[in-house]
Structures are given as C-alpha cells and as structure tokens.
C-alpha cells in the first residue's frame, strides 16, 4: 500500500503550545512569539468550541461571546456564536457582546492547555450582559449559562467520565462493549499529562460504504480521547484513507497495522507513544504483529491495550475455541507475556529462553474482552535462592 503523508494539522506546534503551557510565563511567551499570538489565540478559541460544544447549551437564542486574548499592547479578538445549533466563531470584534472575557494571551495558554484546573484566572475579566435588571435574579438570561460553561471548558475541564463522553461522541467503547470503565480505571492518572495516544482502527461504519470503507465516516472515539485528554496529541491510523477527518490535535495517518514498515513509518511522525489502543482488524496475525513492533515504542509507565479479545476464540479472525494457548492467537500470545512477568522466577533447570518482553512489561490486566499492558522495567530481582531450591526430602 502506498501511504500518504501530509496531515493537514501541524501537531508539532500545538505540541510545543502544550508543554510551553506548563512552563512559566516568559516559557509561554517565547513560544506564542514563535508559533505567532494570532495562530496560538486560534488554536485556544478552536479548543474551546470543542470542549463547549458537546453538547450544545440549550438556549432559546443566540448569545454572543467575544474572546480578547491580550499580548503586549494588542489585543486579538474573536467573536463566538452559541446558538442552538452549537458553536462557531471567527476573529472579529463585536460591540455589545452578551459576554466578554479578556484574559492575557499567555495566562489563557495556561488554562486551556496547561496541567491542573482552575489556576490561571487570577487576571481574567468577565463581563456580563443584563446584570443590572433585578428579573436577572429571578430568571438568571442565557448569557449567564453560556458563561458558566466557558469558564468550566476554559478551567475546570468539566470533568466528564469516559461513558458520559462515549455517548456524547457515539463511541461504541460504551453500548456495545463496557470498556470505558476500565479505560477511566487505567487513563485517568495520565489525563492530565501531554501525552502521545495512538488509536488503530477509525471506524464509521456506513451501510453504503459496505463496512467501514468511507473515508468520511468515523473518528468517534478520537474525538472522546482528544476531550478525555485535554493535553493529548491523539493520532489514529486506518487501512481505509481517512486522513480527511484530521482537526486540531487529532492526526489520522493511512496505514495497514499487519505491515511492520507502515507501522514504523506512523511512529516517525508520532514520536515514542504513551497509549496504543487497538481497535483495528481484531485478527490474532495482525493484532500480534502490531504488539511486537508498537509496543517498543511506548514509553515507560505508558499502556497498550488491546480491543474485542473475544475474536481470539473465533476461526474467522485466526482465533480458535479449541486450542486457547497457542502463540498464535492473541489470547494465547497474551498468556505467554503472564510467564514473563515471572521470567526471574523460573528455575534455572527449565529450557524457557528469555522472551522479547519479559523485562519491558511491568503488569498485565485481563478484563471481558480486553487487556491493558504495562511498560516498564519488570526487575524486581527473583525470590531467595533457599526458597527456589527443591525441597529435601525428610528421612
Ligand atoms: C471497530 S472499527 C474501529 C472503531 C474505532 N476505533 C472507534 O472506537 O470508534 C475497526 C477499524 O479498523 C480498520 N481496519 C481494519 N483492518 C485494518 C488494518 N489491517 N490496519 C488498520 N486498520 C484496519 C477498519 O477500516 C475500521 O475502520
């Protein structure tokens, strides 16, 4: 397969904006000068939107924000339109704006971006429409709605849980399957940090693509990661050209997971990964040959995870209900990664050579139809020597 290249998102800059946003101010600064306060004001609003826009603020109107982010003596200015049918917004000033917020460039850098919630509104000025009439009290306007949920997607995250955002997306990683229990069990720790996250498989089926083959159809759990991980560069790969579905922080990359060169390929424009999610074909061959060439490149303390183990058992996907530790199905593959986690552990007088992973695995856990693996140094140093000898037997 020809694979192609030239995702029309610059993730390197909007990386550079999320790990400056940890930093301090003259950090921030130095980056917003280099990627430009326009684009970095951009990209802030486009995070924004998203994070508002699902789902939309019931409201019986329109209602009118501007966004000024100051830098220096300037201002950049965008006006956003929250109506019922969602959000949209465009650089532009307005006057007599429902709701105004100002906040320094690189302090709003922060809260959108930076690690931790609600610590970068000390300079923030908030401006509301009709205040000053008393029926404010009594039937508080939309405006009011509009601005609460701003300031929670700008500071707080909102702080939805894997299902409410699986529904939200329409992922199918809850309904049809109940994994978004263990993935918040496993994920929530790291949700907080600049992490790469790598999904394979798109998905969108579509009756008149006959499965899963429009390129304009899917994305769904993708988008739930990118919301999930407000600091992620969330990338996904399909043997289906979906490249088109790319947006901020979200990569889609075209490539076949059963092929070790495409693979390689997707990880030079990744960089090492923390999450891999496979959500791909489901056959054993592929789900093994992705493992052994994905799993090098995750980095310590970061997860692999593999989808739908059930196929494991099932002739169609090279599964087999007969024989269940074969080292060709992925269940039985996975099985041989538990005697490595207790490679040290083994005696001596076996013949088991050292696996390719024993070392780097630190944990293996097992759920219905999924399995989340740990990276990490796995030397821990075997029990006492007395204790692993055979034992004398008594006269
Ligand atoms: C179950 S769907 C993925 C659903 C998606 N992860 C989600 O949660 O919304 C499986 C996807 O894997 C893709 N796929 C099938 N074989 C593949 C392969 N060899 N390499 C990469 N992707 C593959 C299909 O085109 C399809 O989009």
Not at 49 to 56: E, K, L, M, V
Not at 128 to 156: E, H, N
Not at 365 to 372: D, S, T, V
């Amino acid at each position: 397969m020809i694979l192609f290249w030239g995702a029309p998102v610059v993730a390197d800059d909007i990386a550079r904006v999320i790990s400056a946003a940890g930093c301090r101010d003259e950090e921030i600064a130095a980056v917003i000068d280099s990627v430009g306060p326009g684009r970095v004001a951009g990209m802030l609003v486009d995070e924004i939107a998203y994070r508002w826009d699902r789902p939309p603020v019931e409201l019986g109107e329109e209602v009118v924000v501007q966004l000024c982010f100051r830098h220096g003596a300037s201002g950049i200015s965008y006006l956003v339109r929250v109506d019922p049918a969602g959000v949209t917004y465009e650089p532009n000033d307005v006057e007599k704006p429902h709701v105004r917020v100002e906040q320094d460039l690189r302090e709003a850098v922060r809260a959108v971006f930076g690690p931790g919630d609600g610590r970068a509104a000390a300079g923030r000025r908030l401006e509301l429409r009709g205040l000053d009439s008393p029926l404010a009290f009594v039937r508080p306007p939309p405006a009011f709605r509009v601005a609460q949920r701003l300031l929670a997607t700008m500071d707080d995250r909102d702080g939805f849980g894997l299902t409410e955002l699986a529904g939200r997306y329409g992922s199918d990683k809850w309904g049809i399957h109940r994994y978004t229990q263990h993935y918040q069990h496993h994920f929530e720790p790291l949700r907080d940090r600049p992490l790469t996250v790598l999904e394979i498989g798109v998905g969108g089926l579509s009756v008149s693509a006959n499965g899963y083959g429009d390129p304009t159809k899917g994305g769904e759990s993708l988008r739930m990661w990118k919301h999930y991980f407000p600091r992620a560069l969330v990338y996904g790969i399909d043997i289906v050209d979906k490249r088109a579905l790319s947006e901020q922080r979200i990569t889609i990359l075209h490539a076949d997971q059963s092929n070790p060169a495409e693979l390689d390929e997707v990880v030079k424009e990744t960089g090492p990964l923390d999450i891999v999610i496979d959500d791909g074909s489901h056959r054993s061959e592929h789900v093994i040959t992705s493992f052994r060439t994905l799993f090098p490149r995750v980095r310590d303390g970061g997860l692999y995870v593999i989808e739908d183990l059930q196929t494991s058992y099932w002739p169609r996907f090279g599964g087999n209900s007969d024989v269940f530790d074969g080292p060709s199905t992925s269940v039985g593959f996975l099985k041989a990664l538990v005697d490595g986690l207790h490679y040290e552990e083994i005696l001596d007088s076996s013949d088991r050579v050292l696996g390719d992973f024993d070392r780097a695995i630190k944990g293996l856990h097992f759920y219905h139809n999924i399995a989340f693996v740990e990276k990490g140094l796995n030397a821990e140093g075997g029990g006492p020597t007395w204790l692993r000898q055979p034992s004398r037997r008594r006269r």
